[in-house]
């Protein structure tokens, strides 16, 4: 493969293009000692890329902090986390263990984050506000028990708030609405795994959809597939109708980013790239991406060259 000039050129190893300074964060980046870090949370304020981190201390608790960075690559990390583990009640019993794998979206000035609560009783999805990263405040949860991940859309659909999540077990993706954010009713089933796929065992939301081209909507999301040396993690697309998002019009059969570097293979939980946080440009999407729930990562994507392997696959399966 050449560029325009004849010399050769590498050919992307998938849809998604990595950061050639991949991993942008890892525990040694911290300012503090932890035993790990994965799945970052991503939004874009001005000109400045924040990212809220899951942490996990020494004690085996994680917890989520705040970095920040002028050009999306090199980030100043805060020493003090940004949501903590609550000791008040009710969370206190759903957070002993931990908050993780935010998700933010923001909502007429303000910032929505969901994250998962993991306590005595299993996972659990919560909401937080902030309007300004500085200070946050809970919500409540929005999620029966064995919940353990969702999203919120960035508008409303029918005069409703809308949720996509998933029930710990991955087999099948929903969609629901709200008056008020705290109570969720007119559950619809989106997708499910598909077999023989890339996301044959498991899939869920990674990052909050968005609109693109005439106004479709655009999921990024994760699916499992076991194999005899273990499961393998991959992050996926799909497009949803523009009136009601419970339609899919479009799905990747082929995986957008897949585990191949040595940082995406080995670390906490191998074979893994998931992605909490994304930022859309225009046409470009940036892709925070935990690899091998050990460090954060980079990759870039164009809503063209999705649409692109959509229909190649289309074709092809």
């Known amino acids: 493969m050449t560029n325009g000039n004849g010399t050769r050129r590498k050919r992307s190893t998938d849809v998604a293009h990595r950061f050639e300074g991949n991993p942008l964060i890892t525990v040694e980046d911290m300012p503090f000692r932890c035993a790990d870090i994965c799945n970052a949370a991503a939004v874009k304020i001005g ?156 899939i869920g939301p990674a990052v909050p959809p968005f609109r693109v081209g005439d106004g479709e909507w655009l999921l990024i999301y994760y699916g499992v597939k076991n194999t005899s040396a273990g499961s393998i993690a991959r992050l996926g697309a799909v497009f949803l109708d523009s009136d009601d998002p419970s339609k899919v019009t479009a799905r990747t059969n082929i995986p957008i980013l897949s585990p191949r570097e040595m940082y995406e293979r080995v670390g906490d939980i191998g074979n893994v790239v998931f992605a909490c946080g994304a930022i859309a440009d225009g046409e470009n999407i940036s892709i925070y991406y935990g690899a091998a729930r050990a460090c954060i990562c980079l990759a870039t994507v164009t809503v063209d060259d999705i649409r692109e392997n959509c229909a190649a696959s289309e074709r092809e399966f």
């Open 47 to 202: 000109g400045e890329t924040l990212l809220l981190l899951t942490v996990e201390s020494l004690r085996g608790r994680k917890k989520l902090y705040r970095a920040a960075s002028q050009d999306g690559i090199r980030f100043e990390i805060d020493d003090t986390p940004f949501l903590d583990i609550s000791d008040e009640p009710p969370y206190a019993d759903h957070e002993a263990f931990g908050v993780l794998d935010p998700k933010i979206t923001e909502f007429d000035g303000e910032y929505l984050i969901t994250y998962t609560a993991f306590g005595k009783h299993g996972f659990r999805l919560a909401l937080a506000k902030t309007r300004d990263f500085k200070s946050v405040e809970r919500m409540g949860f929005i999620s029966e028990p064995d919940s353990k991940g969702g999203v919120l859309f960035p508008e409303k659909i029918n005069g409703k708030f809308a949720k996509l999540e998933m029930p710990e077990s991955g087999q099948r993706l929903w969609i629901s609405y709200s008056d008020d954010l705290i109570y969720w009713g007119g559950f619809d089933e989106v997708m499910s795994p598909r077999p023989g796929f890339w996301d044959f065992h498991k």
